[in-house]
Structures are given as structure tokens and as C-alpha cells.
């Protein structure tokens, strides 16, 4: 069994430690400052909801834009259009996430490695393309721009902090969800699915019903969180919002944070999302687009050097070396 | 009107057929997942272009440099990736994602982002009845047969050809038998990646080109490879002048904005209905022999 | 585990420490008075750098002219760049200029939406957001204050290629009520709003549109628009287009055999030194609609006529190629906010000095390079943008309409078969 399950303390402990260092970014009241923070903690959100469904199931979704995407057009029209309350448009968009997540689970669950991967860019894309062509309802592909109507009822804030606030919730909520769920009897099924799925079938487990209901809790987790950040930047369009290329930086960073553990993607995200920007804000602006060639050379490093992601390899190390000093005091 | 949509879209798929080869004989041999084909299709372009703005070299004439090139780029692929070759194809997905953000923005950086495109050689086209056939498109789709026809022979006539088509079968089986796995990965990885670059080339005649161009090749090559059935070259071919005859056959008939869209539903219905691709069970064997 | 989590807290530290590096460093050196700071942002990597990195060169070398000329009152121009490729990465940038660079003013951008996005905080901080190309119509719709667009809206984009290729209908002797109409344009948001323009426009005119087609830009083969175009048998197309699919929609024209009486292109679909470069003589006769990118000097104020000529050498050394539309919209965009704006508001502290002396502005069309005046409605919008009809002659472009910028004649109106170009 992978090293989550042995650590189950270590994961409140490290998890509870991580949000208590984000929090204090509250105290900021610099606006860049928290836009970095925000940023990072929504790529934090997104991939520890991508990892609940690939990391602990091995499945690789390249279309988790594609959910986000979806609540983010449900919970913008209901409040555009129908002046519903954003707190109530999240619940909605995560619903349809969720519903969305059940047409796929049934339809590509079974297709394996890349083919999932593919079907899940494919999907993204065709809802893209819907949202371009059903202009009357979604706007097209100029997209909706959200007023900028600050209070509490509209999830729109003059400040960044209650924002910020909101998004630590949710990351929070969502690492109480991981965690929950990697000492349920899900949790271990889904390990067990990833490790072999024929032996876990032999053994009597519902491969494809354990894979749905991760899956599920992972787009609803997905859709809230894209809803969010849709009430913060107050624009989306087809291309922002069913973006392959969101789907694949949730998967990169919790990957290279450690796919698998309830704390890679939290790692992943920290460290990756805010180099992303001062890579940009470094490069950008003198040569074009070669912040993307460094971060790129980043990215294969560690995927060839460090495949079990930083968490994987760290935690491999550290049971090693608790081994030692166990086999040394002769204790168990 | 129907018989010149058909013409057009075979024209276009007979190019589409290079990159889908290439990718599914990598695919075949190496069990390798590259996501970064169509930026290989991009490099190819650039090649063809930088060919021609140094020794005012068509893509007709430029074509062994932008092969030698092209085995360059595959060895880099190779080099990049083989660590990863029987290995989860999670990594190697994610290994060429960010091999295509390297070589986007590497091109960018050298190149600057406009359009790069070389004059036409012949610009005219040729009428056969009430269908019109462009010159240019013709004779890249001649080219494309013509490289595709020496392909297939190669697999099938020759002792690597055969030996690729042995590993693509059963890899584990291939290497108890004593065949140089380790020596054929990089070889498939060159004809593939070279047949990417040629497409690209060809492409050149047609098309401008720019440093995102890639991502839009990448994903019809795996939508072509996947309708044809893994590892079946055969089914990559024709899947790849189905998907060009698709495209503008429903760009007439359904709107040209909805064209990706019916693609990969089909894309999504073969994976999900018959994951064995579209042409498999109708007598054709796996890399036929 | 504890050294894991020591681990995490370091790591933790240090990306504090760096934001925390980045916001106080500048803050230190922004003082008043020496340097007038502009945030540029523009997409300079992703999709849209083509035209992203041109519109950059205009701004830059526009800011950089004023400062050898000795800069506003004294004091120098400093650009502060930011690359924006996305809507998030506008969100990002736009705070970093305003709260660790603070700048007053900032001014952009290729793409509407992070137009949009970047407009909306400008406005909320109280900061200038001067706008050069984004076209889609809402970003003046929204009662921002110090939003203003110096560039054309999509809707009135389309009412003037309308009115156009009206003129163009009668000089052919077409009657406008009877002739038709067919329009394709890709389906991203610069397609979408000139199509709503155009078809706004005939609707009122009276004039039959027989086809509205939008189609996806990324397209590799056009051949079922233009087939669509031919089955349609209309007396004018009007197409816009980037510049991939517009190159392959003139190639498709003549391998299909297809030429409509006029076909008026719009957008850097037709306008761009590619398309003349790989169209070559297939290119000649083609129209495209855009603000001109051949402006007359003669015509122009003689100050300004060596201003344009100084930035049309630099932007040649800079970028190697003459400057497209964008480059000249952003050149003269920033041009008017350096001299006119800023300068008669004496700074960029005073944002309400800044917004009257935009308001105030009252400059005659004509009077930049693009054909452009300035005169901002009450919603930040400039109502003396206009757009002119260039024409490939002879490998290059030239302006053809309207009169006052026009440095050539029409040819080829109506167009003739393909054989007999």
C-alpha cells in the first residue's frame, strides 16, 4: 500500500500546518500579493480535486475543464440572467459538474490510459464548441462579463481577503474530503483499483461504481471551485473556461506534487503556480514566451527524475529512514 | 457539390495520413504516447520554411534536409523519453506535454510569433468535370501516397520492417526471441517522427504556419489513429482520409464551426462502442503481414 | 515527518518571502516625479502573439519617440511590461502594475477578453485603462469612467464594411435593395461582432443577407465555406478572418473557380504582409477592410506626417516588415495618450485631469496616421474611428477608400473570373 495509509496523522498534521502558512497571507492587504496566493490556492483546489479521481484511481483526466467550465457557465447565467445568488449558482454548477461527471463515468470509465485521457480532451472541446455556437445562451465565444456588484450575496467582494477566505475554505473542505476518503473503504478500493484493477475486481469490488463515485466527488469539488474563481476574475468565455490547458496544469502540478497523497497536489501547487507567474513576470517581459521553455524543462526534469511526484518520493524516504531507526531500537 | 467535398477531403486526409502513421507506429512499437506529434508536424514546417528562406528550397527540393532534421528531433524525443518507454503512460503523457511547451515556445523565441509561408509553386488548379483539384494540394497528396507506399513497403518487405511489426505484436515475446528492442525503439521513433516532419513540409505548400500550429495536428492524428484501431497502420490511413472527407463534408452540410465538434463525437463514440476501431474484423491484421 | 513539514514550511516561506520581495521592492523606487510610469500589457507569448508582439512595438516605440523628445515636461516615460496571455494572467499582471508598479495608466491589449477582464479592474482601482484594438462592444457598455477605447467598435466595424460595400454595389451599378449579400466570419469574438455589426446595418439598409456563416478559424481546409459561398451565388461577401484561414479562403476561391462581384475581407486575414507573401499575384484585387496601415503622409498634419515616418523606419528595424493595422493603432493610441492625455493633465496622479483631458479631446478625422479622429462618447468610446478599404495592387497594400486617405484607385471592381486576372 502507498505510504497515505500508514501516515494518516502526518496528513492532519502537514495539511493543518500548509493552510495555517496560507492564511496568514490574510493579513496582506496588497492586492498582487493575494492575487498570487489566490492563484496558487484555486490550482491547489483544482488539482486536490483532480487528484481524488486520478491520483487515487490512476486515471488520467485531461477534461476536468470541462466541469469546471460547465458550473462556471451554470452559476454565471443563473446570476446574470436570473439574478440567483451565486452561493446558490455554486451548489448548481457543482451539481451539473457532477452530473456531467455521471455521463462520463458511464460512457469512457473503462477506457484505459491514454484513451481516457483523450476522450476527456475531446469532451472539453466539444462543450466548447457548444458554448461558442449556442450564442443566445451563453453569449459566445465574446463571453459574459459578471457586474461588479461587491456584497456578500453576490460572492463579490471590494477586497481580496473574504475571496482569499473563501477559496482557503474550499481548499480545505476539499483536503477533509481527500482525507476522508483515503481512510474510507473507498479510498482503499480506489488504491486497490490502481494498483490492479483485475486483482480488486477478483476480489470483489465494484471497479466501475468506486471509479464513478470518486470521479463524481472530484467534478463537484471542481465545478465549486470554478465558480469561485469565475465570481473573482467576473469574466468567462468559452476559451478561458473549457480549457484543456487548465485540466492539464491540475494534473502537472499533482503529479509533480505526488499523485496519490492527500497532500501532493497542496505541494505541487505551491511550489508551481506561483513560479509560473514569476516566471512570466520575469521573462515575459523581455523575451517572448521563454518563460514557458524554462518551466517546461522543469516539468520533464522532475516528471523523468522523480516520478512518484515530491511527496511520493520525500514520504518513500522518510519511511526508509523511520525503518531504520525501528529495526535499531529493536521496536515495532 | 457532394463529389467536390469528397475530392477536397481526400486530398486533405492523404496528408493527415502521414502524421497518424507516424504516430501509430510509435504508438505500435514502443507502446510510447506521444502528445507532442503535432508540434513534430510544426518543427517540420519551420524546417521546410527555414529551407527555403536559406537556399530558396521548396518543400519538393528541401525534403532530405527536413528528413535528416527530423531524425535529429526524434533522437532528441528518444533521448527525452526513453526512460519512460515500458513505464506508466501517465509519465509519458505528461513527458511530451511539456516537450510540446518546450518546442512552442523555443520556436517562438527563435522564429517571433508571425506567420511564416512560402509562395506557391504553382497556385492553379485542374478541372475534371465539375470538380476542381488544386495543383499544390494534388501533388503533396501524391507525395503523401507515394511516401506511404514506401512506408508499408518498408515494414513489409524488409528485416526491420519486420522486426517492428514482431515488437509491435508482442513486445515481451520479441525480446525473448532475441529481437534488439532497445535498437528498434529509436528507429520507429525516426520514422515517425520523420513522417511527422514530412507531413509538415507538405503541409508548407498549403499552409502558413505559427508556433501553436501543432496542437490542432496532434489531436487529428490521435483521433485518425484511434477511428483506424491501434497499431493497425492500415486503419490509420484510411481513417485519416475518412477524417479529411469528414471535415469537409460536414463543414458543408452541418456549418463550418461544428466541424471539430462532429470529429470527435465519432472520436468519443469509437472509443466508447468500439475500441477496437473502426475497420477492425473486416480482414485486416494487426500491421498486415 | 517533521522534516517533512519543515520542508513545507521553509518552501512556504520562501514563496512569501519572494511575493512579499516583489511588492517591496518597487515601492521603495516609486516616487513621484521622476519617471511618468505606463503599464503595457500586451499577449506576448500563446496564440496571440502575432499580433500581440506588434501592437507591443507600436506602444514601445510611440513611448520611446516621446522620450527623446525630452519626454512629458521633463520627466521620462517608463513602460512597465507585462505579458498577459490569458484572461487569469490579466487578473494577475493588471494588480502587479497597479499595486506594486503604480502606474495610473495602462493601455493594451490584443484580445477582448482580457480586455474585459483588465478594464474592469483598471476601473475599480481608479486607474486610466486605455484600450487600441480589443473591438468587442461591451467593453464601453458598462458605465466604466476611466475605460476609453481608441479604436472602432465591433458594431460600428460593421455598419461602415456595410456602408462600403453599399458604395462599392453602386459604383457597379448593383442596386443596394437588390443585391445580396453573403457574410462569413470566423466564429471568436472579433468575427462575432462585426458579423452582428454588418448585419445590424443591411438590416436597416434593406439589403438581403442570403448567408451568415460563421466558421472555426483553426480550420485547416476552408474549401466547404467557399463551396457554401459559391452555392450562394451572392453578389457580395463580406469575410473575416485571421490570417490562416483567410489565405486559404482566397486560395480555395480560385481553385473552386468562385469570384463574387466584390469580396471585401476584414481583419489581419487579408491585411498582413503573409497574405500578400503567400498569395503572391493571387493576392492582387483583394480588399480588406481595417484601419488603413498605408497612410498618406502629405495629408497629415507635417509634425505628425515625420512622426509616422520615424515610427514606420523603427518598427521595420525592430519587427523586419512593414507595421500591419495593429501596429499603427497602437502606435498612435499611445501617441495621444503620451501628448494629448497625459501632457494636459500634466502627470498621471491626477486621474480626473486625465479622464477631462480625454474627454476634451476634439481631434478632426483625419489627423492620424490610420485616418482616425478623437472624440470620446460619453461611455469612453472614440467616435471618430473610422476604417478605410485597402487594396492588394501590385504586391502592396494601398488605400483605396474613402477619398480623403485613399493614395490609389480601385482596380478590379467588379472582380473578374480568376482566369482573367
Not at chain 1, 150 to 172: E, H, R, V, W
Not at chain 3, 141 to 157: E, P, T
Request: proline fraction near 3%.
Amino acid at each position: 500500500m502507498r505510504s497515505f495509509l500508514s501516515h494518516k496523522k502526518s496528513d492532519y498534521f502537514i495539511c493543518a500546518a500548509v493552510m495555517l502558512l496560507l492564511s496568514l497571507g490574510l493579513l496582506s492587504s496588497n492586492k498582487y500579493t493575494l492575487d498570487i496566493l489566490i492563484t496558487t490556492v484555486y490550482f491547489c483546489t483544482i488539482a486536490s480535486a483532480w487528484n481524488i479521481m486520478c491520483g487515487y484511481t490512476g486515471q488520467l483526466s485531461l477534461g476536468h475543464g470541462a466541469f469546471l467550465g460547465l458550473a462556471q457557465y451554470t452559476s454565471t447565467l443563473l446570476y446574470t440572467k436570473m439574478d440567483i445568488s451565486p452561493w446558490l449558482g455554486m451548489l448548481a454548477g457543482g451539481l451539473t459538474a457532477m452530473l456531467l461527471a455521471l455521463l462520463v463515468g458511464v460512457l469512457a470509465l473503462r477506457l484505459k490510459g491514454p484513451f481516457f485521457a483523450l476522450a476527456t480532451i475531446a469532451l472539453t472541446t466539444i462543450l466548447e464548441i457548444f458554448a461558442v455556437k449556442f450564442d443566445g445562451i451563453t453569449g459566445g465565444s465574446v463571453g459574459i462579463t459578471i457586474p461588479y456588484n461587491p456584497s456578500l450575496g453576490n460572492m463579490i467582494f471590494k477586497d481580496y481577503q473574504p475571496t482569499y477566505f473563501l477559496f482557503l475554505c474550499l481548499l480545505a473542505l476539499v483536503l477533509l474530503t481527500t482525507i476522508y476518503i483515503s481512510r474510507s473503504r473507498l479510498g482503499s478500493n480506489l488504491v486497490a483499483i490502481r494498483e490492479n484493477d483485475l486483482t480488486a475486481a477478483s476480489l470483489g469490488i465494484n471497479v466501475f461504481r468506486n471509479q464513478l463515485y470518486a470521479l463524481m466527488i472530484s467534478s463537484f469539488f471542481t465545478g465549486v471551485v470554478g465558480t469561485l474563481y469565475a465570481q473573482y476574475v467576473l469574466f468567462i468565455d468559452p476559451a478561458g473556461s473549457f480549457s484543456v490547458i487548465v485540466s492539464e496544469k491540475a494534473a502537472l502540478i499533482s503529479i509533480i506534487g505526488g499523485a496519490g497523497t492527500v497532500f501532493g497536489p497542496l505541494i505541487g501547487g505551491i511550489l508551481l503556480a506561483p513560479t509560473e507567474i514569476f516566471l512570466r513576470t520575469w521573462l515575459g517581459s523581455t523575451y517572448q514566451g521563454a518563460y514557458l521553455i524554462v518551466y517546461g524543462v522543469v516539468l520533464i526534469f522532475v516528471i523523468l527524475t522523480i516520478p512518484n511526484g515530491i511527496a511520493g518520493t520525500v514520504s518513500a524516504y522518510i519511511r526508509k529512514c523511520n525503518c531504520k531507526t525501528e529495526q535499531a531500537s529493536g521496536d515495532d | 457539390m457532394l463529389l467536390q467535398l469528397i475530392v477536397s477531403g481526400l486530398l486533405l486526409g492523404g496528408i493527415y495520413a502521414l502524421l497518424s502513421l507516424g504516430l501509430s507506429l510509435i504508438f505500435g512499437v514502443s507502446k510510447f504516447t506521444n502528445f507532442a506529434h503535432g508540434d513534430f508536424v510544426m518543427v517540420g514546417m519551420y524546417m521546410a520554411f527555414v529551407s527555403y528562406g536559406m537556399f530558396t528550397l521548396t518543400p519538393y527540393f528541401s525534403w532530405p534536409l527536413v528528413m535528416l532534421g527530423g531524425v535529429g528531433f526524434a533522437l532528441l524525443l528518444y533521448l527525452v523519453a526513453r526512460s519512460t518507454i515500458e513505464k506508466s503512460g501517465l509519465n509519458q503523457i505528461l513527458v511530451t506535454l511539456g516537450l510540446s511547451m518546450v518546442l512552442q515556445n523555443t520556436v517562438l523565441l527563435f522564429f517571433k510569433s508571425d506567420y511564416k509561408s512560402i509562395p506557391a509553386t504553382f497556385g492553379s488548379s485542374i478541372k475534371l468535370g465539375t470538380v476542381f483539384i488544386s495543383t499544390e494540394m494534388l501533388i503533396a497528396f501524391v507525395i503523401a501516397v507515394v511516401i506511404t507506399g514506401g512506408f508499408f513497403f518498408f515494414i513489409k518487405y524488409t528485416d526491420t520492417g519486420r522486426a517492428l511489426r514482431a515488437v509491435s505484436d508482442d513486445r515481451a515475446a520479441s525480446k525473448l526471441m532475441g529481437l534488439p528492442v532497445n535498437l528498434l525503439d529509436p528507429i520507429a521513433f525516426c520514422l515517425g517522427i520523420v513522417l511527422a516532419c514530412l507531413a509538415g513540409a507538405l503541409l508548407m505548400t498549403v499552409y502558413p504556419t505559427t508556433p501553436t500550429i501543432g496542437s490542432g495536428y496532434n489531436l487529428i492524428a490521435w483521433v485518425t489513429v484511434v477511428l483506424g484501431g491501434l497499431g493497425y497502420l492500415q486503419g490509420a490511413l484510411f481513417s485519416a482520409l475518412l477524417i479529411g472527407i469528414c471535415e469537409t463534408v460536414s463543414g458543408f452540410y452541418l456549418g463550418a464551426d461544428l466541424r471539430q465538434a462532429v470529429y470527435y463525437v465519432l472520436f468519443i463514440l469509437v472509443l466508447v462502442f468500439r475500441p477496437q476501431g473502426l475497420f477492425a474484423g473486416l480482414g485486416m491484421k494487426k500491421v498486415k503481414r | 515527518m517533521k522534516k517533512l513539514s519543515w520542508f513545507l514550511i521553509l518552501m512556504l516561506a520562501s514563496v512569501t518571502v519572494l511575493s512579499g520581495c516583489s511588492s517591496s521592492t518597487p515601492a521603495n523606487t516609486a516616487k513621484p516625479a521622476e519617471v511618468i510610469k505606463i503599464g503595457v500589457i500586451q499577449p506576448r507569448s500563446g496564440p496571440l502573439a502575432v499580433s500581440g508582439e506588434d501592437s507591443y512595438w507600436g506602444t514601445k516605440i510611440a513611448i520611446d519617440m516621446v522620450n527623446e523628445a525630452g519626454g512629458i515636461k521633463g520627466k521620462k516615460i517608463e513602460a512597465v511590461v507585462a505579458d498577459v496571455p490569458n484572461a487569469g494572467a490579466a487578473q494577475n499582471e493588471v494588480n502587479r502594475l497597479i499595486q506594486n508598479e503604480k502606474v495610473k495608466v495602462i493601455t493594451g491589449i490584443y484580445g477582448s477578453a482580457m480586455a474585459e477582464v483588465a478594464a474592469g479592474i483598471c476601473n475599480r482601482n481608479e486607474v486610466l485603462y486605455w484600450e487600441h484594438i480589443s473591438v468587442t462592444d461591451r467593453l464601453t457598455k458598462q458605465g466604466y469612467k476611466s475605460v476609453f477605447r481608441m479604436h472602432i467598435n465591433g458594431s460600428l466595424f460593421g455598419e461602415q464594411a456595410a456602408q462600403i460595400a453599399e458604395s462599392y454595389a453602386k459604383k457597379i451599378g448593383l442596386d443596394p435593395t437588390k443585391a445580396t449579400v453573403a457574410v462569413v466570419s470566423e466564429n471568436g469574438d472579433f468575427g462575432k461582432s462585426i458579423a452582428a455589426g454588418v448585419d445590424a446595418y443591411t438590416k436597416k439598409a434593406g439589403t438581403k443577407i442570403v448567408l451568415n456563416e460563421l466558421y472555426d478559424s483553426k480550420t485547416t481546409d476552408t474549401s466547404p465555406i467557399v463551396l457554401k459561398l459559391k452555392a450562394s451565388n451572392a453578389d457580395i461577401v463580406i469575410a473575416t478572418s485571421y490570417i490562416n484561414d483567410g489565405i486559404d479562403i482566397t486560395k480555395k476561391s480560385k481553385v473552386l473557380d468562385y469570384s463574387p462581384k466584390i469580396f471585401l475581407g476584414i481583419g489581419s486575414g487579408y491585411g498582413l504582409a503573409a497574405y500578400g507573401k503567400s498569395l503572391e499575384k493571387d493576392a492582387e484585387g483583394m480588399i480588406d477592410l481595417d484601419p488603413t496601415s498605408t497612410p498618406v503622409l502629405k495629408n497629415l498634419d507635417p509634425n505628425m506626417a515625420k512622426a509616422v515616418e520615424e515610427f514606420q523606419k523603427r518598427f521595420k528595424a525592430a519587427r523586419g516588415y512593414d507595421s500591419p493595422t495593429v501596429g499603427y493603432l497602437a502606435w498612435q493610441a499611445t501617441w495621444v495618450l503620451l501628448n494629448n492625455v497625459i501632457a494636459t493633465a500634466g502627470g498621471t496622479d491626477n486621474l480626473a485631469a486625465m479622464i477631462k483631458a480625454a474627454k476634451e479631446l476634439d481631434i478632426k478625422v483625419g489627423s492620424l496616421p490610420t485616418g482616425a479622429g478623437v472624440k470620446f462618447d460619453e461611455s469612453g468610446q472614440n467616435t471618430r474611428a473610422v476604417i478605410s478599404a485597402m487594396q492588394w495592387q501590385k504586391g502592396k497594400l494601398v488605400t483605396i477608400y474613402p477619398d480623403y486617405l485613399a493614395n490609389a484607385q480601385g482596380i478590379m471592381i467588379p472582380l473578374p473570373a480568376w482566369n482573367k486576372r
